[in-house]
């Protein structure tokens, strides 16, 4: 399966569950891919990689930086790995 049909697949559980996800166009590179935007004011940014993927240089200086200023930043490899990981955000 390529990224982008992961990314589309999580898009879909995403919208199954009420949410909503933006795709990061034209940001700063090094921006996760999509923004969910949770309950109560809440989002995760998520970067998409394939499982033999690597966060380059960048993303990990960018993910960091904006960990530092309290935003969550997930790296998911599958579908799976993103659906549990809400499934744990939203109890």
Do not use: W
């Not at 569950?17 to 109560?40: C, E, Q």
């Amino acid at each position: 399966m390529s990224e982008a049909a992961m990314e589309q697949q999580c898009r879909r559980y995403v919208s199954k569950l009420g949410l909503i996800s933006i795709k990061l166009y034209g940001g700063v590179a090094g921006d996760p891919d999509r923004v969910v935007l949770l309950p109560n004011g809440r989002c995760l940014l998520v970067e998409f990689k394939m499982p033999d993927g690597r966060l380059s240089p960048r993303q990990v200086y960018r993910h960091t930086e904006l960990e530092g200023i309290g935003h969550r930043v997930a790296v998911v490899y599958s579908t799976q790995q993103f659906k549990a990981l809400l499934d744990s955000i939203l109890g």
